[in-house]
């Protein structure tokens, strides 16, 4: 099928240009990686691969390149919106500034419109996505005939050229509540795609567009924005191969994710975002970071709305661009969640009552279990999967109200697990229940094929249908599902799994699908923060790993998705902090992860299983985040828990205190994240801009003072990190380290690196809770 579009370039300005170490150890650790697949794979004709790849579905982009830019004379000008000033002449393009800052500025001489004629094809399986961008006829000239302005909007007009007939376009400012500009750009109906093409200064850094898993500077790539399953591998070898192999292009890229939307902020303290309010800010996009002058955003569609912000420091520049959202409207994390873990434990009621009075017997603070497989087991190749009938599987646990209500009784919240897919109840063993798939076709509210028939989409073993959210009607009475047979009983919260699998040539109740698939994740959230109102519950805790813009208004919490059971930059642990960091800046404050990772594949050429040190690693890693969960993974089986044995319980059970002991700090730290949008977990560049340490992607804030450095390393016993300046101490060990410059401290299992400047207000505060006098 084919989808319009519209081209839309982004912004960008001057700040010196960041030291790109960091970026080339990550690269040359994935090289390593890459290189020792390599050699496996040689066993493996050369023909054979040849003629493999060539069958493999892959993203195939193409983008406008901006090209010369001419102003009237009698278009220049300068013109004021309160604070706001914008400039247009034929030598720097346009310009706006507000107090004394840019907010936003064209690269010189060069179009900051642009257009294109063409389509948009898409290869859909299980979830994965691959668009195969078709430019008809490029417009990359642009002129700016005419300005026209009154009190509340400037309004630029003007030609794009190229390829085929000439388009007209429209670029209206007006000022943005909270500070800024609104951009609303408008190409007439001969143009599938318009663009907006910003300066910055050569090669400033660029974070963002959604969640990120490769780098979180994102200088020098061409990204595909569409939400999609992640892969399997994402490049850690042979695995990627061999799921490329056996089940068409699963590996993934490093391009692929559960999370991608239009907004961004540069290292030049200025942001760009697409309204979330409006349909088209949720088309397809590529964004084009390839120039290191410029950051372009091509949005298939013709109507492109952008907010433009700016900031004094990095913190500063993501609460305005955040701002709007609005703190009365984003939903905050409840207080429960931070007394302990949340332990997710499968098997059944009796299984759950043993695990749980083990952890609690070795001295593990629990605040919460999360109980997936409470609406039943099935087992298919990739492992053991749920049914997704969302009932409760009453032979699998009997006696449910009980055990929520013993739970409850000593402070355990329970949670469980939903997703906008519905199977076919009648297949399920065991009692009769009601088959939600069949109630849903009858009354209409199924997303359908071309022939008006349910959409059945492969899950891997088993198909499924989606619920049609963009029916008002659906989402009620999806939502109401789920209020009374999700969250009956008792139950908190559940995680919202998936979001990204709308296809592109589906038929909906209401817009188009090209439309509608990355804004799929945000209709999601929307019917869920309904059924925990109609639950009366609303700050019933729900997760997400899709995601798209505006999301935060709806979501208080976010996890990184299917990560593999490895410490890898490309798949595993390392991956997770990369994906946090680059959400965090992107609009999601509150982000986690599964603990030990999910993934775990017998790829026969090696079996990838969770290691005992990667799992104690990760709940080091989590201890210090903003909110700790564990999973058991797709093959609990033969993956390590932390119920294991009594020293995975022991070791498991003092990063839960260590968490726990860090509640009063976090409470702090997760009301400024939930009232600016500022993330918990915070990149180096957010808290000491101008440093060696915020040029550092492997380390990372909690909040403003605590500097953690999570082993990314099978079986070492150091770490090394990059000190802000000041006087650091270990929070742990108490041991104190210079600042400013680039250490290896000793981080044996069980003592994670931590730290805190000396003279920081909290400083005494943990110490006394976490350092050697303490009971951690």
Not at 1 to 28: A, N
Not at 420 to 439: C, H, M, Q, V, Y
Not at 482 to 509: H, K, Q, R, Y
Request: charged letters at 25%; proline letters at 5%; hydrophobic letters at 40%.
């Amino acid at each position: 099928m084919s989808t319009r579009g519209t081209t839309c370039t982004c912004l960008s300005g001057p700040v010196p240009e960041r030291s790109r170490r960091p970026r080339v150890l990550l690269r040359l650790l994935r090289l390593r990686r890459v290189l020792v697949g390599l050699l496996v794979l040689a066993l493996v004709s050369a023909a054979g691969v040849l003629v493999f790849h060539a069958t493999l579905p892959e993203d195939d982009l193409d983008t406008v390149r901006p090209g010369r830019l001419t102003v009237a004379g009698d278009a220049e000008g300068s013109w004021t919106l309160g604070p706001v000033t914008i400039r247009v002449t034929d030598e720097s393009g346009l310009v706006v500034e507000e107090g004394g800052r840019t907010v936003w500025a064209a690269d010189p001489g060069v179009a900051f419109v642009t257009g294109s004629r063409g389509s948009v094809d898409w290869q859909e399986h299980r979830g994965y996505f691959w668009p195969t961008v078709q430019l008809r006829e490029r417009l990359p000239v642009q002129s700016v005939d005419e300005v026209s302005a009154n009190r509340r909007r400037v309004v630029i007009a003007g030609s794009l050229s190229g390829e085929g007939d000439d388009a007209d376009y429209t670029l209206a400012l007006t000022r943005r509540a909270g500070g800024g500009v609104v951009a609303d750009l408008v190409g007439d109906d001969s143009v599938d795609a318009v663009g907006l093409v910003s300066g910055r200064t050569r090669h400033a850094g660029v974070h963002g567009f959604g969640e990120q898993f490769t780098d979180f500077d994102l200088d020098g790539r061409l990204l595909p924005i569409v939400v999609r399953e992640q892969g399997v591998g994402r490049g850690t070898q042979p695995l990627t191969f061999l799921a490329d192999l056996t089940n068409h292009g699963a590996g993934g890229t490093e391009d692929m994710t559960y999370a991608a939307w239009s907004s961004f902020v540069t290292e030049d303290l200025r942001g760009v975002r697409l309204d979330p309010d409006l349909v088209d800010s949720h088309a397809f996009a590529v964004a084009d970071t390839r120039d290191p002058a410029r950051v372009g955003l091509e949005l298939w569609s013709p109507h492109l709305r952008a907010e433009l912000t700016s900031g004094a420091d990095p913190v500063g520049l993501l609460a305005a661009q955040n701002r709007q959202i609005g703190e009365d409207t984003r939903p905050t994390l409840a207080p429960w969640t931070q007394r302990g873990s949340i332990v997710g434990l499968q098997g059944g009621t009796d299984m759950v009552r043993r695990e749980v009075a083990e952890l609690k017997e070795a001295g593990a603070e629990i605040s919460g279990v999360w109980l997936q497989d409470w609406t039943g087991q099935r087992t298919t190749s990739f492992g053991d999967r749920l049914w997704w009938t969302w009932q409760l599987d009453e032979e699998r646990y009997p006696g449910w109200k009980g055990l929520v209500a013993d739970l409850a009784a000593q402070g355990i919240r329970t949670t469980t697990y939903v997703n906008p897919f519905l199977t076919d109840a009648g297949s399920k063993d065991g009692p009769r229940i009601r088959n939600l798939r069949e109630e849903a076709k009858a009354a209409g509210f199924l997303v359908e094929d071309a022939d008006g028939a349910p959409y059945e989409l492969d899950q891997g073993g088993f198909d499924a249908s989606l619920v049609d959210l963009t029916d008002p009607a659906a989402r009620r009475w999806f939502a109401q599902v789920i209020a009374d047979e999700v969250l009956a009983d008792g139950v908190s919260g559940f995680m919202a799994d998936f979001g990204e699998g709308l296809p592109f040539d589906a038929v909906l109740a209401e817009g188009d699908p090209a439309f509608a698939h990355n804004r799929w994740p945000q209709l999601w959230a929307k019917t869920v923060r309904k059924a925990c109102r109609l639950a009366g519950k609303p700050d019933c805790v729900t997760w997400f790993r899709s995601g798209s813009l505006g999301m935060g208004r709806d979501a208080p919490l976010f996890w990184n998705g299917d990560q593999l059971v490895d410490f890898g930059s490309e798949d595993g642990l390392a991956s997770a902090l990369l994906g946090t960091l680059s959400a965090g800046v992107s609009g999601w404050p509150l982000v986690h992860s599964d603990i030990g990772g999910y993934t775990s594949i017998d790829a026969k050429l090696r079996d990838y299983t969770r290691a005992p040190d990667l799992l104690q690693r990760w709940a080091e890693y989590a201890a210090f985040g903003a909110v700790m969960r564990t999973h058991e993974g797709n093959r609990p089986a033969v993956n390590a828990q932390v119920y294991d044995s009594p020293k995975s319980e022991q070791a498991f059970a003092r990063m839960t205190r260590i968490f726990a002991a860090l509640a009063p700090y976090r409470r702090s730290v997760l009301a400024e994240a939930t009232r600016t949008g500022v993330p918990a977990i915070r990149h180096g560049w957010l808290v000491v801009p101008g440093t060696r340490a915020a040029e550092v992607d492997t380390q990372f804030f909690l909040g403003n003072s605590i500097l953690v450095a999570p082993v990314f390393e099978a079986d070492a016993t150091t770490v090394e990190i990059t000190f802000p300046p000041g006087n650091w101490v270990h929070v742990l060990t108490g041991e104190e380290y210079d600042g400013d410059r680039t250490t290896t401290v000793d981080a044996p299992l069980g003592t994670p690196a931590a730290f805190i400047r000396k003279d920081d207000p909290w400083a005494a505060r943990l110490l006394a809770a976490l350092g050697p006098a303490s009971s951690q």
